[in-house]
């Protein structure tokens, strides 16, 4: 077969992205799903095939190092699946103007594009146009929300993620002059001679905090309440849904190819700990839904931080489960909490106007706690299973930190639910049409309804995505492989000389 | 035929109990009357008292379970009685045991405290308050005091620490084996049989008799029974754990008199504690005694 | 199909049912036919039994399998939801829908709450011991929250314990699996006493915490009294009865068959004088003591109830510890005991409730003449919570003051009868608060409660008065539970146990207690003049006249006296150490909140490159 339907990851959303002006109307709001659906289905195939071997494609046939490199192993196949059916739950079927809608659904694209291509990008130049592609699609969708706490929070993101680009960039630059090549692959075979000294080392930590500001990492996250408390709910989902996914994949990637070394590790897991730790507990005191579930959205990725920093695939697993976990519940929660809005107390009685809403919300709350059998508790199991294996204390002292969170983390949700739950907000002083809005549209209910759907399935389905999910581990973390995959010359030579 | 005797006994234990029970409240009346020097009762006067209130002519009651109350305050005693060994006689003493016993005997208690409760008088449920916490004051050291002779004989089993006793003279008795335990138990036989200082919960100037306030007739007649049985059992537990129980009859009912002496010649010349002050004289030295003695035993 | 099989699936039926039918009358005859079946079918089958559904996830294997151990509380937690299931399909279960409350939903979380409770009870392994204990817990918190707003909000309140206990188990999860490797409980049993003891001591820690704040052990009991007190009536005598049980139900796994008691003697405070062994056992006798002291002081029933139940628990953990054939005997019995009046108690109370409106023990007294066969239901219910002969309490608190006994153990054998005396204190100031006394006049007109409440209470305390009488009946089933536990076996009669250190035989005790009462009545209404009925009002005031609008009932500050002396002793020290962690997570949250309130990120991102490179590179 030929891999160079890999490029249509990118090119499909871009294409529908740009060519809208140029159709009538009616084919024009359908052209960006069905580029998405094209692109699932991409996805789909390519899971079922990496799933045996990964695949790698040059393109333009310009051999690495030199051309531009496509790796797709079964995690970024999944994560180019996962791409596009959540940004496909989270489309913008609605807009105040034709042309407000035209910008978001292309905005939109750009940045499922983007995703696509940091999912499958094989060296880091590319990582870092995508990831800048990522980034002003997503200043511009955060900004569109229109108000001037959006403008103002959007402003102050800008300038952050701008600065870690920078350092991103930096890190790149540094790499780049040691070791004379940005292909992962290339590097990955290089790294022990060049790049494992505290040069190296200098250079993945520019590029941690850069790419960090996406990935909600702990020093480089205070943009997130903001950004996610103004920004419309579809925005914050995919913000923190998605793309903070897609950077931690990248930063997971860099960690194992490039960078398998004890401080590299340390770093990931003291700055997940403090995320844990920051962003549970400041969920804790938030007086809005919004910011709670920006703050602990926070605390899951620094989780996540926590499960990539443990050494071999079981902390890979961990990662991806975790990763995938909260991709599938975090979007939902912020879908939901699109009329639920303002101050906590606001919500009393809501359960009585949305008992399903109340319901999913619930769902959602017991599987980010982890409660089983629901899939929060299999990742969390995986992570602490990881984390008890170490010798190390510091691990153990992650699992612990992760214990009391999870703990905040439940007090937390349990109190949105119990204020769903409570007196009427009708009974209070405040008239009817207070708690009238906070009933929820059908259309949340079945955009959230799907992510429930499949969050349940994934449930039921446990038992028999637990070996696909250690396969995925394994080839992510087999970087031997991945270098024969993409150089298979240079590995050949590399061993003769 | 071994169950024709032991249904015998049965029968024949709560009997005995109860007449000697009527002489030490004979006892307890003369004791008292000669400390006020007075002449004091004819022999026969606490029989005729339950004779005489069982025949009133007006007789009311407050409900059933007034009644029941009473009859349970009869009933639990006569049950109590057979599980107390009296020399030559058993009853079913081995399959209970002293802690059985114990709790055994709360169940007039109880009895009483439902009766009183249906009457549906303040002073009444005032006094059972009142009882109830001097039950709980004097309760403590006496399980403390039951250990110790658990500990010490290996039993639970009344009949054994009898015949252990008996086996060895009054030097294995448990008063010279275990003399803090004699002394705790005497303090609080003392505070079980609730006269002066520890009549809190009968009080007549403050709670005008507590939980006899609406009792007349039959059910005072029902109390007055009570009263002979507890005074028996009260004693017969103290003789059987320290004095050697009854090698006789003879030896049995003379260790029981002088137990229910000793407490009978003090309580008159003493005014009333308050309830607190009974907790706290009662928790704190046969507790410390009673402690210290089963230390001592346990070392 | 094994019966297990059928049993869960059974049972696993029941909340989509409850959720689907539970508005239909006729729900409730049909889930106690079920579960009437289920308690059939698992008496009478041979045990261990696996089930047939049985999951690998990452490499191990998930699975259920039933022992006698788990099957007593099994029979018990089956038995206690067919009483509440019945109570429930009644006028109770109208009532409670009539007031905005949902049936379907209180059903369901009822179902739900045994199904997850006979998962935990059949585990096999770690991993589905955790999904049963999370079930459970969150099952549990379904009912809590079924009663309304306060029971809302002493749900929430449960919470962070039950999260935290989760925690708890959860990491001693990770780290037996870490140190161990294997989660299957068989193998464990082999493994987990020969870890050193740094090891065992912090999974006896974190294991402990973990099952402990379930069973509301000293000092994570506060959730407990209001979670089940304010839960809807039939939940609230479930949860009372059994749901914390499950703590009990884990911890004597844990200490007995997985780590063994003598290794958890070995983890000593002080070498020779203290050990964890003590500790536990110190642990159990405060958690009689102190809540059972807190009960007294309770004027609402629901709630004087659940902190005995508090109280109650200790008396169970305390026997396991002890070890012995007899002290452990009588801690599983209790459990069996407890269950039955307690459920008794709480549906009593609910009955006066569903009367009257109203559990306050201040509004209450003298209505033993209207509902008689709740007052009886009540005071066998009291006479068994106090532990006294004949019901069933006493031979089970019997066994565990034996024990303590004999193993020389005399300041906890202390507390365990303070607790005991305690309770006699607070049980009477419940019944006579609620059925003795003056009949106030806005209660004149009361009835006893319907068949549907009566009937299952009225069966509750009869099966406690048989068991309590002819003991062995449930003893066969705590031998049996014993046997598979791993502790040694009590050999029993069917009145009781037979040993030379002392007999009980409650076949003759409560044979000889009737007699008594037979003559003490044949002397009481055979002799003497016939007493006359009076009003309650013709009664002795002083020399004032009474009538119906005097009140004339003692009930509030019952035991005045009492409290004069030990009330300083109430301190509330552990609502104290309760608010104090709530204030610092919230302090916590607070500082945490201040990172994210920067105004100028991008210097302290700056700042964090320069510090971190510097380390990066001074490394």
């Known amino acids: 077969m030929s891999h160079s339907l890999l490029a249509l990851v990118v090119a499909l959303p871009l294409l529908a992205a740009f060519l809208p002006p140029l159709l009538p109307g009616a084919i024009r709001r359908l052209l960006g799903p069905l580029a998405l659906l094209l692109v699932a289905a991409l996805g789909v195939y390519l899971w079922r095939i990496t799933l045996i071997e990964p695949v790698s494609l040059a393109l333009g046939d310009f051999r690495p190092p030199l051309g531009v490199v496509f790796y797709v192993d079964s995690v970024a196949a999944l994560f180019v699946l996962a791409v596009a059916l959540v940004t496909l739950l989270l489309w913008p079927w609605r807009g105040d103007t034709s042309e407000n809608l035209d910008r978001k659904q292309s905005l939109t694209l750009v940045l499922a594009a983007a995703c696509g291509g940091l999912a499958v990008s094989g060296d880091l130049f590319n990582v870092y146009v995508f990831y800048e592609l990522a980034a002003v699609a997503g200043y511009g969708l955060a900004a569109g929300g229109g108000t001037a706490a959006a403008r103002v929070a959007t402003f102050r993101y800008l300038i952050l993620g701008s600065l870690g680009s920078l350092l991103a960039l930096l890190g790149i630059t540094l790499i780049y002059f040691r070791a004379g090549t940005l292909n992962l692959a290339h590097l990955a075979d290089l790294a022990p001679q060049t790049l494992h000294d505290p040069f190296g080392l200098a250079a993945f930590f520019l590029i941690l905090l850069g790419l960090g500001v996406k990935a909600e990492l702990f020093l480089v996250n205070t943009w997130a309440p903001e950004i996610y408390a103004t920004a419309e709910a579809r925005v914050s989902a995919l913000l923190a849904g998605l793309v903070s996914k897609l950077a931690l994949l990248v930063l997971a990637r860099l960690l194992v190819l490039v960078f398998p070394l004890p401080e590299a590790r340390g770093a990931l897991l003291i700055l997940g700990m403090l995320g844990m730790l920051t962003g549970e507990f400041a969920a804790f005191r938030a007086r809005d839904i919004k910011r709670m579930l920006a703050w602990s959205s926070i605390g899951q990725l620094g989780a996540a931080f926590i499960a990539f920093s443990i050494p071999g695939s079981l902390g890979l697993a961990a990662g991806l489960a975790i990763a995938l976990h909260h991709l599938l519940v975090k979007p939902a929660l912020f879908l939901l909490a699109e009329r639920w809005g303002g101050g906590l107390a606001r919500l009393a009685g809501a359960a009585r106007r949305s008992p399903f809403g109340a319901a999913l919300f619930a769902l959602f709350a017991l599987s980010l706690i982890g409660v089983p059998p629901l899939p929060g508790f299999w990742a969390k199991y995986l992570l602490l299973s990881g984390l008890a294996a170490q010798p190390d204390n510091l691990y153990l002292l992650a699992g612990l930190v992760v214990l009391v969170t999870t703990v905040v983390e439940a007090v937390y949700l349990f109190r949105v639910i119990g204020m769903l739950h409570g007196r009427d907000a009708a009974h209070s002083e405040k008239p009817q049409n207070m708690a009238l809005d906070m009933t929820l549209p059908a259309s949340t209910l079945a955009g959230s309804g799907a992510f429930a759907a499949l969050l349940l399935a994934v449930a039921l389905a446990a038992p028999w995505l637990t070996a696909p999910l250690a396969r995925m581990a394994l080839q992510m973390n087999d970087s031997a492989a991945y270098v024969a995959r993409v150089l298979p010359a240079t590995a050949t030579s590399e061993a003769t000389k | 035929m071994k169950m024709m005797e032991l249904l015998l006994e049965l029968t024949v234990m709560p009997l005995l109990a109860f007449t000697v029970g009527l002489f030490m409240v004979l006892m307890m009346r003369k004791i008292a009357a000669k400390i006020q020097r007075r002449v004091g009762p004819p022999l026969l006067q606490p029989l005729y008292d339950i004779v005489k209130l069982y025949a009133k002519e007006t007789q009311s009651s407050h409900g059933l379970l007034h009644d029941i109350g009473i009859v349970m305050a009869v009933g639990g005693y006569i049950a109590a009685e057979t599980m107390l060994p009296v020399p030559g006689m058993n009853g079913i003493a081995d399959k209970a045991g002293m802690l059985t016993l114990a709790y055994v005997t709360m169940i007039p208690s109880l009895g009483l405290a439902l009766g009183v409760g249906q009457c549906a008088n303040p002073n009444g449920s005032i006094g059972i308050a009142r009882a109830l916490t001097a039950m709980l004051a004097y309760d403590v050291p006496f399980v403390v005091i039951i250990f110790g002779a658990s500990w010490l004989y290996g039993s639970n089993n009344l009949v054994e620490v009898i015949a252990a006793q008996q086996a060895?003279?009054?030097?294995?008795?448990?008063?010279?084996?275990?003399?803090?335990?004699?002394?705790?138990?005497?303090?609080?036989?003392?505070?079980?049989?609730?006269?002066?200082?520890?009549?809190?919960?009968?009080?007549?100037?403050?709670i005008a008799t507590g939980p006899m306030v609406e009792m007349g007739g039959k059910h005072l007649g029902g109390l007055f029974v009570m009263q002979c049985f507890q005074l028996f059992t009260a004693s017969a537990i103290y003789v059987s754990l320290f004095l050697g129980g009854g090698e006789n009859w003879l030896f049995f009912i003379a260790k029981l008199f002088a137990v229910v002496a000793i407490p009978m010649s003090m309580a008159f010349v003493f005014p009333r504690y308050r309830t607190e002050d009974v907790l706290a004289v009662v928790w704190r030295w046969p507790m410390l005694l009673g402690l210290i003695g089963v230390w001592l035993v346990m070392r | 199909m094994n019966a297990l099989d059928i049993l869960l699936a059974l049972s696993a039926l029941m909340p989509p049912a409850a959720l689907l039918f539970g508005r239909w009358r006729g729900y409730a005859w049909l889930a106690g036919m079920v579960l009437t079946g289920q308690i059939i079918l698992l008496a009478g089958c041979d045990l261990p039994l696996a089930a047939g559904m049985n999951l690998e996830i990452f490499g191990r294997s998930v699975g259920w399998r039933l022992d006698a151990f788990g099957r007593f509380f099994a029979l018990i937690t089956l038995g206690v939801a067919l009483a509440s299931t019945v109570y429930m399909g009644g006028e109770w279960g109208e009532r409670h829908a009539a007031g905005g409350h949902s049936p379907r939903w209180l059903h369901g979380a009822l179902a739900g709450n045994v199904l997850a409770m006979l998962l935990l009870l059949s585990s096999q392994d770690l991993i589905a011991f955790f999904i049963g204990w999370e079930l459970t817990s969150w099952a549990g918190f379904?009912?809590?929250?079924?009663?309304?707003?306060?029971?809302?909000?002493?749900?929430?309140?449960?919470?962070?314990?039950a999260m935290s206990g989760a925690m708890a188990v959860l990491g001693g999860l990770a780290l037996t699996l870490a140190w161990t490797g294997t989660l299957d409980l068989a193998a464990l049993t082999g493994i987990m006493p020969t870890l050193d003891n740094t090891k065992l001591a912090l999974l006896l820690a974190l294991f402990g915490m973990g099952f402990s704040i379930k069973m509301g052990l000293l000092p994570f009991h506060l959730w407990q009294a209001p979670a089940y007190a304010e839960a809807a009536g039939a939940g609230t005598a479930f949860l009372g009865a059994i749901s914390a049980r499950m703590g009990l139900f884990a911890l004597a796994l844990l200490l007995v068959k997985l780590m063994t008691l003598t290794r958890v003697a070995d983890l000593a405070f002080i070498e020779g004088l203290f050990t964890a062994r003590d500790l536990l056992a110190w642990v159990a006798a405060l958690t009689i003591v102190l809540p059972t002291f807190t009960a007294l002081k309770q004027n609402d029933a629901r709630y004087l109830l659940a902190w005995h139940g508090i109280g109650q628990g200790g008396y169970m953990l305390?026997?396991?510890?002890?070890?012995?054939?007899?002290?452990?005997?009588?801690?599983?019995?209790?459990?069996?005991?407890?269950?039955?009046?307690?459920?008794?108690?709480?549906?009593?109370?609910?009955?006066?409730?569903?009367?009257?409106?109203?559990?306050?023990?201040?509004?209450?007294?003298?209505?033993?003449?209207?509902?008689?066969?709740?007052?009886?239901?009540?005071?066998?219910?009291?006479?068994?919570?106090?532990?006294?002969?004949?019901?069933?309490?006493?031979?089970?608190?019997?066994?565990?003051?034996?024990?303590?006994?004999?193993?020389?153990?005399?300041?906890?054998?202390?507390m365990t009868v303070i607790g005991t005396l305690g309770t006699i204190l607070s049980v009477y100031k419940l019944i006579h608060n609620t059925f003795l006394g003056q009949l106030r006049a806005e209660h004149e007109q009361i009835r006893e409660a319907p068949w549907s409440m009566t009937l299952p209470m009225l069966a509750l305390v009869i099966l406690a008065f048989v068991t309590g009488a002819a003991p062995g009946l449930a003893l066969s089933w705590v031998a049996e539970a014993q046997a598979a536990l791993g502790l040694p076996v009590l050999a029993y009669t069917l009145g009781g146990i037979e040993s030379p250190r002392g007999n009980l035989d409650m076949l003759w005790i409560v044979g000889v207690l009737f007699a008594g009462f037979g003559i003490g009545a044949l002397l009481f209404y055979g002799a003497g003049g016939r007493s006359k009925r009076v009003h309650q009002l013709d009664n002795y005031a002083g020399g004032h006249f009474l009538s119906a609008d005097v009140r004339y009932h003692y009930s509030d500050h019952f035991y005045a006296g009492l409290m004069h002396r030990i009330g300083p002793f109430y301190r509330s020290s552990f609502t104290r150490l309760e608010s104090a962690v709530a204030a610092a997570t919230d302090l916590a949250a607070s500082l945490m909140q201040v990172w994210y309130r920067q105004t100028v990120p991008a210097l302290t991102l700056l700042v964090a490159a320069v510090l971190g490179l510097s380390w990066m590179i001074w490394k």
């Open chain 2, 168 to 206: 060895g003279g009054i030097a294995s008795w448990g008063v010279t084996q275990m003399p803090l335990l004699a002394i705790a138990g005497l303090f609080t036989l003392y505070a079980m049989l609730g006269k002066q200082p520890f009549e809190i919960y009968v009080a007549p100037a403050e």
């Open chain 3, 142 to 161: 379904l009912l809590m929250a079924q009663g309304g707003e306060k029971a809302l909000r002493a749900a929430l309140r449960y919470v962070p314990y």
């Open chain 3, 318 to 414: 305390l026997g396991i510890v002890i070890g012995d054939a007899t002290g452990s005997a009588g801690g599983l019995l209790h459990v069996f005991n407890y269950a039955t009046y307690q459920a008794a108690l709480v549906l009593a109370v609910f009955a006066v409730m569903h009367r009257t409106g109203t559990a306050d023990l201040n509004s209450l007294g003298g209505l033993v003449t209207r509902m008689p066969l709740t007052f009886l239901v009540m005071l066998l219910g009291i006479i068994g919570l106090a532990g006294l002969p004949p019901m069933n309490g006493f031979v089970s608190k019997w066994l565990v003051y034996r024990s303590l006994m004999l193993d020389g153990r005399p300041l906890l054998f202390l």
